[in-house]
């Protein structure tokens, strides 16, 4: 996706340093021309020792750079291989956001470890950070930007951000705050440098600026961004005082996790983060053992449902070929619904309120790809077991795959009523409500012909 | 998600303003003070009429911004609604990649239509970018940005980033072309701000700047965005020569939409994007039943492996209690894997290289799972029917559950290899290939077993 052809490059080069085939001279050179992030991407390829020793040579400011793009888990790995001098100094100038990132993936005992290395102010602010509770803006934001007075002159805050432009991450979006630090408002670079000098920064207060507040969840902070199209949003204490900010940059990765989540939960696996490439067998297995035995029991019940129509199945053996067939189309109707649903919610598209419209909309949706399923299914049971079957199987469809439908549009809502997230309606959560429910209106309806019918 | 408070109250205020019941001038008053987004997002609410109305009382300056922000369908069923004059207007002022969004949706007769309401430079503009391919960088990017020339001193430069600020979309990233247009290097307002009035542009040129060539797709330009943490990436042709740019505001609804497609594909819908709110009964229909119908016919498969077995389930109809709980096992631990490959495919976490070393840790990932469910499942199977019962089910499950992960895991590879999209491994299609395996599995060892041990 990436330049994958560079970092593949860049990989074999640092192979080739860690088995001693290269000089530092001639890798010092090469890495000069790269970016950190590729350095980073490449670095995965190789041995905790082979990154440490690639750290090491790189010069001494970009180091940080380079560390804050490796992953949390490897960065803790990495900190223990390298020379405590070089550790430090990469800890002492890694981006206060980057370092919440690191430590609050660590237990107690390695944060402490980390923490021995770093300053006092530096544990400090990493303590205030890590404060705030987890997936909310306050661990998003960094606490590093520049403010100025509503009573400065332009050309005395643009001197005051000249002086202080490498304390903030951007200077693109500057904010002005009162005598308590609240927030009043924020400016640009270019409203400054475009302005009139003498004019008073408070002339380029607009509207109320959009601001979050710290303890919210950082998900909320993407779609401000998203539907503001900012680049950066001030974060704010509950009593209004600037507190830090969340970058664009920092959102577009909670987007990407995000529906990383959503995925997952859709798929019927555990919500926790895991980077495939690096996980254990174990991680694994927990991730998805969880929901397969949650589902395994919920069969019972479609086992107990079959056995109530032993004697019917007995009578027609042929009735258990389209078990199959009918069950799983309801879980297919099912699950398409419930993604449907599920990701409209997640995007915005649709709110809870809309349920009942969509739900009107849903059945005359469904009632369609019944009929339309059913009469390619009929033609299938005629073919095995003659009209009766197939007038069976034709009824069960339709009814199977409306039930699914509403299964799956229905739950995602419910979900949400009860605070819970619509997401945990899964494919296969739905698939397997939608199976006990087929059984049931399959043989029910394959039970109810025979008897009316009893010559088949 | 979005300040729905906000939102609502602000819908509310528009429909009573739809039926006369405030004045124009007291809502002029309360729109003042509302971001352009929200207007474009409580208008949705309204009829075409409605939003027309609101269009043509809002300050000349705004109805373009707001329009930009309201979806390209409804956009020209808008146009339509709105006096000639206004329709102009906001054709005119609209920025140029909202302008191709609009278009680009549009049929060939709508199209010229709008196209008879745009000045002939606006219409050659628009046709160049409607000449990229559908979801290119190209259609993406706006063509409107600042290029400096090396040669320029930094006061310079700054001067005439001054004059044409207004031409551009952010003075965040300034670019810098030779003679021929061609792209050398970016550099942003801050440098110009920071650095010594008299030193040259050249001097602010650092290592080769990324960038994409206009033809390239935008989910590449997003991972770029994404990867490098740029605010704007640069477009260029095949001779490098500067296009326009992508910025990061328009990247983020990219990555959301290709979430969005990948989340479809996965629960087994039709790709093509639709509004669940907008859409209608047949969009849904349409977006639905082709790949039902493809379930159905492969459930044909289903329906003959289990008519094979005919004799096995007449000998002991209680087999079938629990062919419900062992296909759907096979499947759901199928949906399982092919969810997280595909994820992780379309995030780069892992690529199609990786496949064998993925498959060897899948294979001890699905026997554990196996093996774990196939315990819990024996349970059951003691409960209906005695231990042969417990045994066939106890062994066909942990077979299932490896024969579902395997086809999950794999499938998404392979169909990387043919240049498909993996997405189409979707849970309802693993499902299907798995309850055909798990069929034949199931019944096969249950055949074995009583043949093996014919008085159970």
Chains 1, 2 share one sequence.
Not at 166 to 185: K, N, P, Y
Not at 289 to 311: P, Q, R, T
Not at 422 to 449: C, H, N, Q, R, V
Request: hydrophobic residues 50%; glycine residues 10%.
């Amino acid at each position: 996706m990436i330049p994958t052809s560079t970092i593949d490059q860049l990989a074999g080069l640092l192979a080739r340093f860690e088995r001693d085939e290269i000089e530092t001279g001639a890798l010092c050179d090469d890495l000069a021309a790269v970016r950190d992030q590729d350095i980073a991407r490449a670095l995965k390829a190789l041995s905790t020792e082979g990154m440490a020793r690639v750290l090491e040579i790189l010069p001494g400011e970009r180091r940080a750079g380079v560390f804050g793009f490796i992953e949390p888990d490897v960065q803790y790995a990495l900190l223990d291989a390298l020379d405590e001098a070089t550790a430090r100094a990469v800890l002492d100038d890694l981006r206060p956001d980057n370092l919440t990132a690191l430590l609050e993936d660590l237990s107690q005992e390695a944060g402490d470890a980390v923490a021995r290395r770093l300053s006092p102010q530096r544990v400090q602010q990493a303590r205030r950070l890590l404060g705030y509770p987890l997936e909310s803006a306050g661990r998003l934001m960094t606490p590093e930007f520049i403010a100025l007075e509503p009573g400065w002159t332009l050309s005395h805050a643009l001197r005051h951000v000249q002086r202080h432009a490498g304390r903030s991450e951007t200077v693109d979006v500057l904010f002005i705050t009162d005598e308590g630090g609240r927030l009043l408002g924020w400016t640009g670079l270019r409203a400054l440098v475009l302005g009139d000098p003498a004019a008073k920064v408070e002339s380029l207060l607009e509207d109320k600026p959009v601001s979050i507040v710290v303890s919210e969840d950082r998900e909320q902070a993407a779609r401000l961004i998203q539907h503001y199209d900012l680049t950066a949003l001030p974060v704010v204490d509950d009593g209004g005082v600037l507190m830090g900010m969340v970058t664009i940059d920092d959102v577009m990765d909670v987007v990407e996790e995000e529906a990383t989540e959503d995925i997952h939960k859709l798929g019927g696996l555990g919500a926790q983060h895991l980077s495939l490439r690096g996980a254990s067998m174990l991680e694994l297995f927990k991730k998805r053992i969880g929901w397969l035995l949650m589902l395994v029991f919920l069969a019972i019940f479609a086992a107990g449902a079959v056995s109530v129509f032993e004697e019917t199945l007995e009578a027609a053996v042929v009735l258990s070929f389209f078990l199959p067939l009918i069950i799983g189309s309801g879980g297919n109707a099912g699950s398409q619904g419930a993604t449907m649903m599920v990701r409209a919610l997640a995007t915005g598209d649709v709110g809870p309120k809309d349920w009942l419209k969509l739900w009107v909309r849903e059945l005359g949706v469904a009632s369609a790809l019944g009929v339309t399923m059913a009469t390619a299914a009929w033609g299938i049971g005629l073919f095995y077991g003659g009209t009766m079957l197939a007038n069976v199987v034709f009824l069960s469809m339709i009814a199977v795959v409306i039930f699914g439908s509403m299964v799956g549009m229905l739950l995602p809502f419910l979900l949400t009523r009860f605070r819970l997230d619509p997401a945990t309606a899964s494919a296969p959560l739905i698939t397997s409500i939608a199976d006990i429910g087929g059984i049931l209106i399959y043989f029910g309806i394959a039970t109810a012909w025979i008897h009316a019918a009893p010559t088949g």
